[in-house]
Every structure is written in C-alpha cells, then in structure tokens.
C-alpha cells in the first residue's frame, strides 16, 4: 500500500537458509495473531511484536517480509494474551507500514488455518516458501493462498446522491456500499449490476472501477466501483438488505453529526469511496 515500507522479498523467501538468518537476525520481529483474526496491540494501540525466540519452525513461523532489511515473521498463536483487538478494528489506527504487515500477517495464517490438506487427494501438505505455499507430497502439486474477489461499489443517481444499504444483520444506525462475492465465471462490470440488481433493485448505467483493498476477513480483496444509476427507484431484497436509501451530502453530514448514522471503519475500502464522493471526486 502506498507509504508502506513492507517489502514481501519475492524469491529470496526460497531460500530457507536466508529466512532462517533473518529469524535470528538483529531486529527481527515476531506477531501472533489469535483466534477470530484478533491481534495484539500496544498500550498506544500500535501492532505489538516481540522478538523471535528458540529455533526457526518452518512448519509454523510465517515470513510476512522486511522492514529495513529487518525479518517480520508471523504466528498462529490462539491464545495470544490481552490487550488485543479484531483485526478489521485494530488496523485502523495504524500506519501504513504496520497496516501492511496486520492485513498480510492475518490473510497468511486465515489461508493456512483452513488448507491443511490438499484439494485433489485430500493427503496431508507441508508449509513452502516461508509460509506462502503449501505443498502435496502425494500429488506432488503447489497450493498458493487464496483470495476471494468481491466488488464494492458507490452508486449515485442524477442528482449526485449517493447510495446508503442496511444490512439486516447490522445494528440500525449502520449504513454502507453495496457489495458482493465475484461469481464463478463472472466479469468484475457484471458482478457490479448482478449485485446492485439483486440486493436494492437499482439498474446502473456507467460503471468504473477506482481502487482496491485486500481485507483478509477472513479472505477478500475488495475490488471497489463507482457507477451511476439509471433512476433513483429502490427495491430491497429484504432478505440481506432490510432498508436503502439515496442521500445528499448535506442529508449525509446531517445524520453524522445527529449521530443516526455509522459509518465503515476509516481504514475500509468503503471509506475511501464514500470520502471521494463527499469531496465530489468520484471518476464518474
């Protein structure tokens, strides 16, 4: 991400002699992330690490890069000890640098909690490459860790009002972007219309793409939209969506500052939309 000092060393990590020396390297730094994708932080709610300790396991310990030529390693640790924090909340106060390495840290240990055998023949794999691949030894076949596509979207009508959902789940003051999983076979353009369509009845017309944000909760990347819609008729599904409506930005700063109205953490993709939108910066 951008400002982030985090470099992810490519094919150096193939050499397990050189990552056990950044292990057991001057200024090496270790996080454990816990159960439920929460990770431990500091008095000043900045990421807290603590130095590598006994053997290198390449098995367990998961290379997330360097910092200045520095090793920063990650752990599967559930019982990671307080003070800790949801990862989608604890990233938002952080850095770039340290958001960079939370975000790669839980997206690595979420893949290898779930794929300890392989896909074809369901035997037993081993940890390659530091920790970003896993290997079948019977199918003699590489597994890399897997992200599912998802869009995000910020839908306005003519009048340059922008969309708000309520999921049902959601307590009621939240609002946010449309959104949704990439279908099998399914263009990015096209999941964006399918979506739209589906969860609040709303035709588009133009659509762009404007950025994407990895949110490894437990394994997306969100790829975010903005497009335009072709009139301001709603219809929710009532099953995802409960409620929708098309605001303007004094309706929205109004419901801020009456607080009848939460919004998506700062560090969210749907953030970043939103915040173009306010200052009339959408690509539309």
């Known amino acids: 991400m951008p400002g982030s000092a985090l470099d992810r060393v490519g094919d150096a990590r193939l050499d397990p002699g050189w990552v056990r020396g950044l292990w057991s390297g001057e200024g090496a730094r270790l996080l454990r992330v816990g159960a439920e994708h ?15 300790a006994g053997e290198f396991e390449d098995q367990r310990h998961l290379l997330v890069g360097t910092v200045d030529g520095m090793g920063v390693f990650a ?15 604890a990233v938002t106060g952080l850095g770039d640098t340290e958001r960079d390495i939370a975000i ?21 794999t081993i940890v ?5 691949v896993r290997h079948c ?18 839908i306005v009508d003519a009048d340059d009002r922008l969309l708000l959902a309520h999921n049902a789940t959601w ?13 099998a076979g399914e263009s990015l353009e096209a999941c964006v219309r399918r979506e739209v369509f589906e969860e609040v009845g709303v035709r588009l017309a133009e659509v762009r793409y404007v950025a994407s944000q990895p949110w490894p909760f437990p394994r997306s990347l969100m790829l975010g939209f903005a497009a335009r819609a072709v009139s301001p008729d709603i219809r929710v599904d009532g ?5 929708a409506q098309f605001v303007s930005r004094a309706e929205y700063d109004a419901l801020l500052a009456e607080e009848r109205l939460g919004t998506p953490t700062s560090a969210s993709i749907a953030a970043t939309l939103i915040g173009l939108w306010r200052r009339g910066e959408l690509p539309l």
Not at 43 to 48: A, I, M, S
Not at 138 to 150: E, K, S
């Open 104 to 124: 790669t840290a839980l997206a690595l240990v979420n893949w290898h909690r779930v794929a300890p055998h392989c896909g074809i023949c369901g035997g037993d």
């Open 75 to 89: 752990v599967d640790d559930p019982a990671v000890p307080a003070p800790t924090a949801v990862g989608r909340f």
């Open 128 to 132: 390659r490459e530091a920790g970003h």
């Open 171 to 183: 307590d009621a003051a939240r609002m946010s972007l449309v959104a949704g999983f990439v279908d």
């Open 239 to 243: 099953v995802e969506i409960d409620r």
């Open 38 to 52: 929460r990770l431990p932080l500091t008095d000043e709610g900045g990421l807290r690490f603590e130095p590598p």
């Open 137 to 154: 030894p019977a199918c003699v076949r590489d597994r890399f860790p897997r992200t599912d596509p998802a869009v995000i979207t910020a």
